[in-house]
Each structure stands twice: as structure tokens, then as C-alpha cells.
């Protein structure tokens, strides 16, 4: 009995880290997805409405971000560390 005790403890621990993980990440992509959404509204636009050539690589920037906290969700860590390198090396450089 004792030993099933410990059992069921442990089970829940880590069911329990799980859940706080699944939490904070999916608070993570919400507040990334309200970021995207802010700077649709507050980029600057042209005289046609259309976004600006830089508002619209910030929005692609902030999109790579949301999909690289996709691939670390699923625990594609390696797809999200080469993703993360392309927004630096790439993106990062044309927005400036």
C-alpha cells in the first residue's frame, strides 16, 4: 500500500509539471499571437493602407517566433534552436 502511495505521489508530480509547463507555454504563444496582432495595428502603413516593407518583416519576425515556441512545445528543441539561428542571422539583420 505504501509503495502505491508513492507511486500514485510521483505520478501526479509530474503530471503536475506537465500541466504548468503546457500553462505558461500557452500563455507564452497568446501573448505573442496579441503582439503580432498590435503591430498589425500599429505598424506604419503607405497612403494605400497596405503595411510598410518593415512593418511586414517585424510581423514575419514575430510569426518565426511564434513557430519556434511551437517546435519547443513538441519538444523539437534542435528545429527551434536552427529557427531561432535564421531569425538572427537573417531576419534580425534586414529589419535594421
Do not use: H, W
Amino acid at each position: 500500500m505504501v509503495e502505491l502511495n508513492a507511486d500514485l505521489q510521483k505520478s501526479g508530480s509530474a503530471l503536475t509539471s506537465v500541466m504548468r509547463q503546457q500553462i505558461e507555454t500557452k500563455t507564452t504563444l497568446e501573448n505573442i499571437d496579441e503582439a503580432i496582432d498590435t503591430l498589425k495595428v500599429y505598424l506604419p502603413k503607405t497612403s494605400l493602407g497596405q503595411q510598410t516593407n518593415l512593418g511586414k518583416k517585424c510581423v514575419r519576425v514575430l510569426g518565426l517566433a511564434n513557430r519556434i515556441n511551437e517546435l519547443i512545445e513538441k519538444r523539437k528543441n534542435y528545429a527551434a534552436l536552427r529557427a531561432l539561428d535564421g531569425i538572427l542571422i537573417f531576419e534580425v539583420r534586414l529589419i535594421r
